[in-house]
């Protein structure tokens, strides 16, 4: 299991003496193994995703990434010349291009990710009676993208489908966000810490959220829009580990109970696990 964002030990294990570059942490779960270059370019194009809306500069992206001005110039270069960046028109910043855009809306009916949970979420939703949720990454953000309702009387809908919060804010968030190698999470915390005051937040709870989700393997937390609502979360994660979004399930205190939040835990990876028998059938890893 991943450590810390704070000690980050699982990002910068010792090889040779020397801590892994900003790629290098990706080779581990890359298939075939020795595809270095094929994982440098997605470990780049992460990066600058992860700072799409300002953008970032070589330097920068060379730096994060762990490798040499020259190596990252002529990468960038070459991602540029095929529209998977994108430059200002001063040349000084770079963001994702117009092709990832192509792909993607190709790709969306292929993988729609709501269809491919439906299922799950119905049965959550009778099984346990509790409104259940699907959140995913949109950049910098969780998206509520489904939402069902279980037959409990006294309904808790803290969230709305279309909202959006900055990854680590709500249940279904964070757990997204722990899910993330910790170089990534912590880049995103850095550009989400602005935010999160005004959730009532900061950096440090998103950080200590995280690492109680990795040592308990679930998040269990107050609502973030009242402290009288329980909610419970996991990650929907790929065979490489790669979170494709969260389940969340929410019910009042008085009846999330720890032993309730026991039992919805249960119900919810039996069902994260057809979920991600789905995706592998889709051939996602």
């Known amino acids: ?28 779960d890359a298939a075939p193994q020795g595809a270095l270059g094929t994982v440098r370019i997605a470990a780049l194009l992460r990066i600058v995703a992860a700072h799409n809306a300002a953008g970032m500069k070589l330097n920068e992206i060379a730096r994060l990434a762990g490798l040499e001005q020259s190596t990252a110039h002529r990468i960038v270069t070459a991602l540029h010349s095929v529209g998977f960046l994108a430059r200002e028109e001063n040349g000084r910043r770079y963001h994702l291009g117009p092709l990832l855009f192509e792909l993607f809306t190709t790709a969306f009916p292929h993988f729609n990710p709501v269809e491919i949970c439906e299922p799950a979420m119905t049965a959550l939703a009778s099984r346990m009676g509790d409104t259940v949720y699907l959140s995913v990454r949109n950049g910098l953000d969780s998206l509520c993208v489904a939402r069902r309702e279980g037959s409990f009387p006294i309904r808790t809908c803290t969230v709305e489908v279309g909202q959006r919060r900055p990854l680590g804010v709500g249940a279904g968030s964070l757990a997204i966000l722990s899910a993330l190698p910790d170089t990534e999470a912590r880049l995103i915390i850095e550009q989400c810490a602005p935010r999160y005051p005004d959730f009532g937040m900061t950096a440090q709870n998103v950080i200590d959220g995280i690492a109680r989700m990795r040592e308990n393997g679930h998040i269990y937390q107050e609502a973030v829009t009242s402290s009288d609502v329980m909610a419970v979360s996991l990650p929907i994660t790929g065979r490489t580990g790669h979170p494709y979004g969260a389940l969340s399930i929410t019910a009042t205190a008085s009846r999330m109970t720890p032993e309730h939040a026991r039992e919805t835990i249960d119900a919810m990876h039996k069902e994260i696990a057809a979920i991600q028998d789905r995706i592998s059938d889709l051939g996602y890893v």
């Open 1 to 28: 299991m991943a450590q810390s964002v704070e000690s980050n030990t699982h990002n910068m294990e010792e090889n040779n003496g020397a801590p892994r570059t900003g790629w290098e942490r990706y080779v581990a």
